[in-house]
């Protein structure tokens, strides 16, 4: 079984694309779940016109942060297989069946995505290539190449992962980072299998040249490392 995990929060202009592409190519007995941050626009309309029991829709939530509201999803997910999924992107067709495939000899799979904007068109054709993704625990620590909505993962690392600690930076680099220096097997594959779009209102800021200070970048990395 899988479960595909989406926070939301005033997603309405993408929130249906994206989801008819995770819901066409998803079984019977999968699952997406929707944590919505009580979204003020029609982010949960729009998912209850669906009208399909495979959505399981967690309403009124006051989390405030990304972070925490997917935490939410994952804690209610009953899959097998857990898969990341943000509001705003758009699932290629192949990306559930690809993804199955390679997580038969791995714990955490994280693929490449190409980067459209707002309005569908590419910007960029590979984030591993713009992101200068590699693997290697050591070089993600610093370099972060855990990007969430690309990521997939087995119940058994989904149920030591939670609960979140507290003041994480965001989840897909801990994710990623708890998976890499506590022994669990990751695999990063080459292909596109999301379009990854970047509109300017997004959540994570994961794909764009950071303008941080030096020590904040550090601190967050010791935060990581204390809770893993």
Request: net charge negative; glycine share 6%; proline share 2%.
């Amino acid at each position: 079984m899988i479960s595909v995990c989406m926070p939301t929060y005033n997603g309405e202009k993408f929130i249906r694309i994206q989801l008819e592409s995770i819901l066409s190519q998803i079984g019977n007995d999968d699952e997406v779940v929707i944590s919505d941050d009580s979204s003020t626009d029609k982010t949960v309309e729009i998912i209850k016109s669906f009208n399909d029991s495979r959505i399981h829709l967690l309403e009124n939530n006051s989390f405030h942060s990304p972070i925490y509201n997917l935490e939410n999803a994952l804690k209610n997910a009953k899959g097998d297989f857990i898969f990341l999924s943000d509001q705003d992107d758009e699932w290629t067709v192949d990306k559930v069946s690809v993804c199955m495939e390679k997580l038969k000899d791995c714990d955490l799979l994280i693929h490449d995505a190409d980067i459209v904007d707002g309005n569908g068109i590419q910007t960029a054709e590979s984030f591993f290539k713009l992101n200068h993704t590699k693997k290697g625990k050591f070089y993600n620590l610093l370099k972060n190449g855990y990007l969430g909505c690309c990521m997939c993962f087995s119940k058994k690392l989904c149920e030591v992962l939670l609960p979140f600690p507290k003041e994480l930076p965001m989840h897909d680099i801990y994710i990623g980072n708890f998976a890499a220096f506590n022994g669990y097997r990751i695999k990063f594959i080459e292909g596109k299998l999301i379009h990854y779009r970047r509109h300017g209102n997004n959540a994570s800021i994961t794909s764009e040249h950071s303008h941080r200070k030096l020590l904040s970048r550090i601190s967050d990395r010791i935060i990581i490392l204390k809770n893993i």
